[in-house]
C-alpha cells in the first residue's frame, strides 16, 4: 500500500454509508484525488473537520489499487465567509466544479489550486466583484489548461494594433474589424481585450493586478464565461444556480 502527504482544497463531499464520507480533494501535488474518509462524518472523527466542503487542509493519503483513502486531513483554512452570501458560496461551487473538469488526476501544476484558493479568498472579502473574481478564474483555468486564447494579434491578417478587434469563442482568437465580416466575433473594447492580455500572459502573481471599470468587467466576465463554456461544451448548474442567485 503506498502513502503520499500533500495539502489540498476539498471541492465536494458526498456521504454514503451512516457516517463515511467520499472527497474530492484539489491537491497541490497531484491534481484532483477522490478519496474515502472512514467515520469523517463523526464529530469526534480525527478527519472531520479537515474533509468538509471547502476545507484547505493537509491530507494524507493511501492508495491500494487505485483506491485513495484519507488517512490524515489537518485544517488550514475552512473559508466560512462563503456562507454568508449564496452567490458567493455558488461561485465557488462552479469553480470547483471546473477544476474537476479541467484538472487531470496526477496532474503536478500548484497554480491550479493557487488560483481557486485565491478566488476563495476574494470571494471571502470582498474586495474584488464577482463577475471580476470569475472572469479571472475562468480566463487562467483555460490557460493553465491548455485552452489558453490567442490574444497577440488578427488570426486573419496578422495585425497587432486595430482600432476595433472582436473575439471568437469557439476559436479562441481575434479578428480586426477589417476581418470580422466573415463570421461574427463578440467586439472588445481596449480595456476588456487588455485584461484579458493580462490574465492570460502575466505571471501568476500579477493576474489578479489590472484596473477595469464595473461595466467592463461585467463585458470582461461575460465574454470569459462564454469562452469557458464552449471549450468545455459542456453547462455548470453551479454556474446556473449562480446567475439566478445574482439576478434575482
Known amino acids: 500500500m503506498n502513502t503520499f502527504t500533500t495539502d489540498g482544497l476539498v471541492l465536494s463531499v458526498r456521504h454514503t454509508g451512516e457516517s463515511d464520507r467520499i472527497v474530492t480533494v484539489l491537491t497541490r501535488d497531484f491534481g484532483v484525488v477522490r478519496a474515502f474518509a472512514k467515520a469523517a462524518c463523526r464529530p469526534k472523527s480525527k478527519l472531520h473537520a479537515g474533509t468538509q466542503t ?3 487542509s493537509d491530507f494524507s493519503f493511501s492508495e491500494n489499487k487505485e483506491t485513495y483513502r484519507v488517512t490524515e486531513a489537518a485544517p488550514k ?3 466560512y465567509h462563503l456562507n454568508d452570501r449564496l452567490a458567493a458560496l455558488t461561485l465557488a461551487q462552479y469553480f470547483g466544479q471546473l477544476a474537476c473538469e479541467l484538472v487531470f488526476d496526477d496532474d503536478k501544476n500548484p497554480e491550479f489550486l493557487r ?3 485565491n478566488s476563495l479568498y476574494f470571494l471571502c472579502t470582498r474586495e474584488k466583484s464577482d463577475a471580476w473574481i470569475k472572469a479571472v478564474t475562468e480566463l487562467r483555468f483555460c490557460s493553465l489548461s491548455g485552452y489558453a486564447p490567442e490574444l497577440n494579434a488578427c488570426a486573419k491578417c496578422g495585425k497587432t494594433d486595430a482600432d476595433r478587434f472582436f473575439f471568437h469563442p469557439s476559436e479562441g482568437v481575434l479578428c480586426c474589424q477589417d476581418c470580422n465580416h466573415s463570421f461574427v466575433g463578440l ?3 481596449s480595456a476588456v481585450l487588455g485584461a484579458m492580455r493580462h490574465i492570460v500572459y502575466s505571471n501568476f502573481e500579477q493576474i489578479y493586478s489590472f484596473p477595469l471599470s464595473a461595466e467592463s468587467c461585467k463585458k470582461l466576465s461575460l465574454i ?5 463554456l464552449c471549450q468545455t461544451e459542456r453547462s455548470y448548474t453551479s454556474l446556473d444556480f449562480y446567475k439566478k442567485c445574482r439576478d434575482g
Open 54 to 56: 471547502f476545507c484547505f
Open 77 to 79: 483554512e475552512l473559508f
Open 115 to 117: 488560483l481557486v484558493l
Open 187 to 189: 467586439p472588445l473594447d
Open 224 to 228: 470569459c464565461e462564454k469562452y469557458i
